[in-house]
């Protein structure tokens, strides 16, 4: 027998989660379906950004974030050489009322959003619930969405809904089965993804890439431990692998001397992930009964660690458009598409900044077809008008269109 929602929400990540809660706030009965039986996830998006902080604060949320383990990136800085450095990227400036990046462990962020779901009579989660397909009207391929299909502790089953929203992630099966289109761009590089042992003595808190002839890596402070991204040319995982333990850790101390005798905590490349890079966006992200937002309708490069934000901002977005007609029911192709029209422009633009970092500065520099620098025009640039700086931490920190919580959703803390 079938089971009935208003909104089934297929994937349990920020997007999501976002707009579940978002939606039961507003009175929308909704089902969060997630696959896995908890968010334990490593090297997942750690980086919440100004305006998700914000949406946070606008959720009545801020007490619970901020009691979370995290730190504090505020600014980008580049080591242009041997003790010289230069800030490019400045999110300590903006007119936010938290200007920085707030690296929290993803699980962390999406346990305080399913804690404040169950305060809403209209939220539902289920763990440990894969989905397996969409339902159609009368049985037609061609026919309205109308649910899912989907394996859960106790079996197969069917969830009935007015409104299926597949934020299932690139993998997206949601995506798959509706036989939406997808446009990739190349992508250069993959990453490797570790953590080393942080040493007491740094207390500084930044982001800063270190780059060699072929080489390039991001070093993110954390609670207690380094998260590392060493970038390495697309494709090459099985063939980096195959060089062993020791040239991974001679790439690591080529690039981040400092770590010494830390780089022997990896003690086997299986400690090392692999991510394999994707760019790409749907051409349609809606069709009768059905709407992908999030990573399911445009995965993100890691360059920027912009995307757990922009798919968190499509979430408000859906949810402030699509609680009306869907406490109606009379949720419409035209309301569908408001959400991609709302969307679409900052998608662009973010996945279009990501193509040009990967193509004048990534790219070239994995490749080992390009210098191991930044470009000397932009360090002389930055450096003698600093406030500069601001203009990426505004791309990144913010972004186009920023998204705010919508009266129905806003709480006071708590």
């Known amino acids: 027998m079938s089971e009935k929602t208003t909104c ?26 997630e696959q896995h039986a908890d968010f334990l996830r490593d090297f997942r998006g750690d980086t919440v950004h100004p305006t998700t902080l914000r949406l946070i604060d606008e959720l009545g949320l801020w007490p619970q974030f901020a009691a979370l383990p995290h730190s504090r990136l505020e600014k980008g800085t580049f080591e242009v050489s041997p003790g010289h450095s230069v800030t490019l990227v400045d999110f300590s400036r903006l007119r936010q009322p938290h200007p ?49 299909r989907y394996q859960g502790p106790d079996g197969a089953g069917e969830l009935l809904a007015d409104l299926t929203v597949g934020c299932d992630g690139r993998g997206s099966v949601v995506r798959g089965d509706a036989g939406f289109r997808v446009q990739e761009w190349p992508v250069s590089f993959d990453v490797w993804w570790f953590r080393l042992p942080r040493r007491q003595s740094d207390q ?30 697309k494709g090459s995982d099985a063939r980096q692998r195959a060089r062993g333990l020791a040239a991974f850790h001679t790439d690591v101390l080529d690039l ?20 394999d890079v994707r ?69 662009a633009v973010t996945q279009a900044l990501q193509r040009q970092i990967d193509k004048r500065l990534l790219g070239p520099i994995v490749s080992g077809e390009g210098g191991a620098g930044l470009p000397k025009t932009l360090v002389w640039l930055v450096e003698r008008v600093p406030w500069l700086a601001v203009i990426p931490g505004f791309l990144v920190g913010v972004g186009i269109r920023p998204e705010r919580a919508p009266a129905f959703a806003r709480r006071a803390p708590t």
């Open 100 to 148: 920085y990046v707030a690296m929290v462990p993803q699980w962390d962020l999406l346990n305080l959003l399913a804690e404040a779901g169950k305060a809403e009579p209209g939220f539902t989660l289920r763990m440990s619930t894969e989905v397996t397909g969409l339902l159609r009207d009368n049985g037609r391929d061609n026919g309205r969405v109308v649910g899912v």
């Open 204 to 233: 500084h808190y930044t982001l800063f890439p270190r780059l060699a002839p072929g080489k390039a890596m991001i070093v993110i402070p954390r609670e207690g431990y380094l998260q590392i991204a060493l970038l390495i040319p």
């Open 279 to 347: 760019l790409n966006r749907l051409r349609h992200w809606h069709t009768d009964g059905l709407l992908c937002i999030g990573d399911a309708a445009h995965a993100m490069s890691p360059a920027g660690g912009i995307g757990i934000n922009v798919a968190v901002q499509d979430g408000v977005a859906a949810a402030r458009l699509l609680a009306g007609p869907l406490l109606r029911g009379e949720v419409t192709g035209r309301d569908l598409a408001a959400v991609r029209r709302r969307r679409i422009v900052p998608t």
């Open 8 to 33: 089934a929400v297929v994937g349990g990540g920020p997007a999501g989660m976002v707009l579940g809660l978002l939606l039961a706030r507003a009175g929308v009965d909704v089902t969060v379906l």
């Open 256 to 275: 981040l001397p400092e770590a010494g005798d830390t780089v022997e905590s990896v003690t086997s490349l299986d400690d090392v992930k692999h991510l």
